[in-house]
């Protein structure tokens, strides 16, 4: 049984920063695409990066290029983005997925729907 559980999460003033994690059981995440979306009230949930270690893709949505940085460990099978400058508006609810089905096709464009698990969610607050 797959399961991704995000943390890390929580409260922090503008300009602030915070390292989400999210631990997987039962897949292995050097072999799919994983990516990290976000959902703010009243507004679509959204790509923020993503990762397919095995073919050495990255990518990160425009708004939080040169901020964020997406990375994996494999030993311990566990996702992580570290978010530097945070801003207000990336406060949201963020959620770790993944794609195990054609996971070099890992890329911002990628179809959320074809992302086939997904953790919980941690809440980001930032505040200004």
């Known amino acids: 049984q797959v399961q991704l559980v995000e943390s890390g999460g929580g409260s922090v003033q503008a300009g602030g920063s915070l390292r989400l994690s999210c631990v997987a059981s039962?897949?292995?995440?050097?072999?799919?695409?994983m990516g990290w979306f976000r959902q703010a009230p009243g507004k679509e949930r959204e790509g923020v990066a993503g990762?397919?270690?095995?073919?050495?893709?990255?990518w990160y949505a425009d708004s939080v290029k040169g901020r964020f940085t997406i990375s994996q460990d494999n030993a311990k099978n566990t996702l992580y983005l570290q978010m530097n400058s945070l801003k207000p508006e990336d406060t949201a609810m963020y959620y770790c997925?993944?794609?195990?089905?054609?996971?070099?096709?890992?890329?911002?464009?990628?179809?959320?729907?074809?992302?086939?698990?997904w953790g919980q969610g941690t809440q980001v607050t930032v505040s200004s």
């Open positions: 990762i397919y270690s095995l073919g050495g893709n990255e």
């Open positions: 039962g897949m292995r995440l050097s072999s799919v695409c």
């Open positions: 997925a993944a794609a195990w089905r054609s996971p070099w096709v890992c890329s911002f464009s990628r179809p959320q729907a074809e992302f086939d698990y």
